[in-house]
C-alpha cells in the first residue's frame, strides 16, 4: 500500500525539518496513527519505506514509546495517573473505577499512566492528552461523556488538535 | 509567618493569566524578543560571560553551570545544535508543563538567545508528548516568531541564521536524560549513551550540542535584560537567582511557586503552600523530585540551597518538586510505587538497572502487601548496593545514566528514616503468618 500522494508529501515536510530523516520517525508515527486511528502493521512499514529503514527498526522504536498504540483502542484515550502526588490523592481508586464503567466499551479505552505533571490537581486524568483534574468518579464519567458526546470537541489520540485554536 | 515569591520566569503569566501565551500580549506586556537586540550587539563569548557570571544552574536536576556547559564546545566545529528539553517526566514536577502552556515566547526568545550564544544554526525543542496544549501553544509561537524575522534566516539582519523545530516525545520517562533525548530525537529508543563523549564534543548526529532545561532557557532573556550581576545577587552560596518549585501532596495549595534560592522549606511549603492539609501532622517529604532521598520535618528549616542538599541532607533538589505526605501515608506504599515507576521507565540498557529495579519492584509488592521477611529491607540494601555500590548520596553508579541509583533512593529513606517501624511491621507480618499457618495445620 504504502503512503498516498498527500501522505508523501506531508512526510517529506515533516522529514525535511531535520538534518536527518531518521529524526523523523516519532512525529511520522504520530502521523500513522491519527491516519489510521492506531499503529497498525501497514503503518509501520509505510513509515519504513518512506524513511528507508526496516520495519523492525521502526517497530522498535514505536514499541518504547507509550503513546504510541501498536492495538486498536477506540476513539478515546483516557489516560489517569497513579503515581504518587495522584497515589495518595485517589488516583488508584479513580483508574479502577473508570476502568471497570469503560470495560465493555470499545470506544474508550482506559490506562493507568506514569506522572502527567499535573499533580498540584490530583488525581489528575488526561483525556486525549487534555488535561483535567481534580477528578471523582462521578465528575470524570461526566468528562468522559461529554467528550463522546462532541461537547468537548476532542484531540485525536495523538493529541493532535481537533481543529483551531483551542 | 510571611514568606513572599520573586517571580522572574512566572512573573508575565501570572500577571496575566488569559492571554499570555500569545504573541500579541507578549509583545505588548512582556518585551518578549525585545532583548534580542541587546544580545545580537554582544559578541557570542560575551553572552557565554555574562551567562557564567549569573551563576545561573541548569534546572532540570543535575544543577550543572549553565555558561560553564556552553563554554565547553570545541572552537571550530560546526555544525552545532541546541536541544532544548521540555521532556519533563519527574514524577511531581510541573514547572515545565507550566511555562510552555503559558509563556511559549520566552522559550522561544531564550533559544534564541543561546543558539546565538552558542553559534548553533540549527534548534530543536523535545516537548513532552503529553503536553498537547503546550506543544500547540509553541508551535503557535514558533510561528509567530518566524513570521515576524525572529527566527529563519539573517534574524534582524546580523547575519546569524537559526531554525527551530518543536519536536514532540511519546511517553517516555528516560527522553529526559540529556542523552537519552538525543537517542530520541534521533529516532531511536530513547536510550541513554555512555559519556564521555560528552553532548558538548558529540551530541545529536555526533556534533557539538547543547542540552538545557526549558525553565533553564526561559531564564536567559532576563539575564541579558538586567545582567549577570543581577541574577547572581540573588539566591545563596552558589545557588544563585530563583527556581520554580512544584508544591504537591497533603498541602493547602499545591502549585508552582518561584521564590529565591536560600529561603527555608518550611517557608516555601508552610508560608506559601499554606502547610499540611486538613490540620494534619507531616510525615515526610519528596525535596528534589522522586528521584531524591527524603526528608523528615525535623529538617524543615534546611535553606533550599543545591549544595547544602547535597552536603549536608544527604539528598538533591534536583527538579525542584516537593511533595508532602502527611501522618495518615505509608512510607512503603510509597516507596512501592516509586519502584513501581522506575521499574516501567528502566530503558533496559544496563544490566544492574533493567533486573534491579523490577526486582525492587517486587520485593517491596510483598512487603506492602503483608508477605514480608524480616530481612526484606536488607535484601533491598543488599542487592540495591550493585546499583548504587555504597548506598549513600551523591550517589555512586554501575549505570550509565542516573536512572540507575533512583531506583534506590526510596528504598535508602526508608532506611534511613523508618527502619524500625518497618522491620517491626515486617516481624509482625511474619509472625500473623507464621500462627495463622499453625492454627490451620
Known amino acids: ?166 | 509567618m510571611t514568606a513572599t515569591e520573586t517571580r522572574i520566569v512566572s512573573k508575565f503569566l501570572r500577571d496575566r493569566p488569559d492571554d499570555s501565551w500569545t504573541y500579541e500580549a507578549a509583545r505588548a506586556y512582556n518585551g518578549a524578543y525585545t532583548r534580542l537586540e541587546q544580545a545580537f550587539a554582544m559578541a557570542p563569548e560575551q553572552i557565554v560571560e555574562e551567562v557564567q557570571k549569573s551563576g545561573l544552574r541548569g534546572k532540570g536536576g543535575a544543577g550543572f553551570g549553565t555558561g560553564q556547559k556552553w563554554s565547553f564546545l570545541p572552537k571550530g566545529v560546526f555544525p552545532r545544535y541546541l536541544c532544548i528539553n521540555g521532556d519533563e517526566g519527574e514524577p511531581c514536577t510541573f514547572k515545565d508543563h507550566m511555562l510552555v502552556e503559558r509563556d511559549p515566547h520566552q522559550i522561544v526568545e531564550g533559544a534564541i538567545i543561546t543558539a546565538y550564544a552558542i553559534q548553533a544554526n540549527h534548534a530543536f525543542i523535545y516537548l513532552r508528548g503529553e503536553f498537547a496544549l503546550g506543544g500547540e501553544r509553541l508551535a503557535q509561537a514558533i510561528d509567530d516568531a518566524y513570521r515576524n524575522g525572529f527566527l529563519g534566516k539573517n534574524i534582524g539582519g546580523t547575519g546569524f541564521d537559526l531554525e527551530l523545530v518543536l519536536h514532540r516525545g511519546a511517553g517516555c520517562y528516560i527522553a529526559g536524560d540529556e542523552t537519552g533525548l538525543l537517542s530520541s530525537l534521533e529516532g531511536e529508543r530513547a536510550m541513554p549513551r555512555i559519556k564521555p563523549p560528552f553532548p558538548a564534543a558529540q551530541g545529536l548526529y555526533a556534533a557539538p550540542t547543547v542540552v538545557n532545561n526549558l525553565e533553564t532557557i526561559s531564564t536567559i532573556p532576563h539575564i541579558i535584560a538586567n545582567g549577570g550581576e543581577w541574577y547572581a545577587s540573588m539566591g545563596v552560596n552558589r545557588s544563585t537567582g530563583t527556581r520554580l518549585f512544584s508544591v504537591s501532596g497533603h498541602v493547602e495549595r499545591p502549585g508552582n511557586y518561584e521564590i529565591e534560592l536560600g529561603m527555608t522549606f518550611r517557608e516555601l511549603i508552610e508560608g506559601l503552600a499554606g502547610g499540611v492539609r486538613d490540620g494534619k501532622q507531616m510525615k515526610f517529604f519528596i525535596p528534589g523530585g522522586a528521584s531524591a532521598p527524603w526528608l523528615l520535618p525535623e529538617h524543615l528549616d534546611s535553606p533550599l540551597d543545591l549544595d547544602f542538599a547535597g552536603a549536608e541532607l544527604r539528598t538533591m533538589l534536583g527538579s525542584g518538586a516537593i511533595t508532602i505526605f502527611d501522618e495518615t501515608t505509608d512510607p512503603l506504599l510509597v516507596s512501592w510505587r516509586l519502584a513501581k515507576f522506575y521499574a516501567h521507565e528502566s530503558c533496559g540498557k544496563c544490566t544492574p538497572c533493567r533486573e534491579g529495579s523490577s526486582w525492587i519492584e517486587k520485593v517491596l509488592y510483598r512487603m506492602v502487601k503483608g508477605q514480608g521477611r524480616p530481612e526484606d529491607l536488607d535484601l533491598l540494601l543488599s542487592f540495591g548496593s550493585t546499583i548504587v555500590p555504597g548506598l549513600n548520596a551523591p550517589f555512586a553508579q554501575t549505570t550509565i545514566c542516573a536512572l540507575g541509583p533512583s531506583t534506590m533512593s526510596h528504598v535508602v529513606s526508608l532506611d534511613r528514616w523508618f527502619r524500625d517501624e518497618i522491620v517491626e511491621r515486617l516481624t509482625h507480618d511474619a509472625d500473623l503468618r507464621r500462627r495463622l499457618e499453625v492454627t490451620s495445620a
Open chain 1, 1 to 166: 500500500m504504502g503512503f498516498s500522494t498527500t501522505d508523501r508529501r506531508r512526510a517529506e515536510a515533516i522529514a525535511a525539518k531535520y538534518p536527518q530523516a531518521r529524526s523523523a520517525t516519532l512525529p511520522l508515527l504520530f502521523y500513522v496513527q491519527d491516519r489510521d486511528g492506531w499503529v497498525s502493521p501497514q503503518g509501520i512499514e509505510d513509515v519504513a519505506e518512506f524513511l528507508k529503514l526496516t520495519p523492525a527498526q521502526v517497530l522498535g522504536t514505536c514499541s518504547f514509546y507509550t503513546m504510541f498504540k501498536t492495538e486498536p483502542v477506540g476513539a478515546l484515550v483516557v489516560s489517569v495517573c497513579t503515581n504518587v502526588a495522584c497515589l495518595v490523592q485517589g488516583g488508584p481508586e479513580l483508574h479502577e473505577q473508570l476502568r471497570r464503567r469503560y470495560a465493555e466499551d470499545d470506544s474508550v479505552f482506559v490506562e493507568e499512566v506514569e506522572c502527567l505533571a499535573h499533580c498540584d490537581r490530583a488525581p489528575a486524568l488526561q483525556v486525549n492528552y487534555d488535561f483535567h483534574g481534580p477528578h471523582t468518579t462521578d465528575s470524570a464519567v461526566d468528562l468522559v461523556e461529554q467528550y463522546r458526546s462532541g461537547a468537548i470537541p476532542a484531540r485525536t489520540i495523538s493529541g493532535t488538535a481537533a481543529g483551531g485554536d483551542r
